[in-house]
């Protein structure tokens, strides 16, 4: 959840797109405190990414093997 990504990385931006390819896609750009304002005022529907980074952290493959 958003909160749970607050509270262990902080007040990081990140991307929050929903619906993409639909009708009412949405993409939300900013701050995770801004994110739980906007997503907060009601429940949000329909499918969801959230994309953020981390600056410092080696790249990692999905199998966990860093550097590919």
Do not use: C, M, N
């Not at 390819?21 to 949000?44: C, L, M, N, W, Y």
């Amino acid at each position: 959840s958003l909160q749970a990504i607050h509270e262990v990385y902080g007040d990081i931006h990140l991307v929050v797109a929903r619906d993409l390819t639909k009708k009412f896609e949405e993409i939300f750009r900013g701050p995770v405190s801004r994110a739980i304002e906007h997503f907060g005022k009601s429940k949000p529907l329909g499918e969801f990414v959230i994309l953020w980074g981390h600056r410092g952290l080696s790249p990692v493959s999905p199998l966990g093997i860093k550097g590919l």
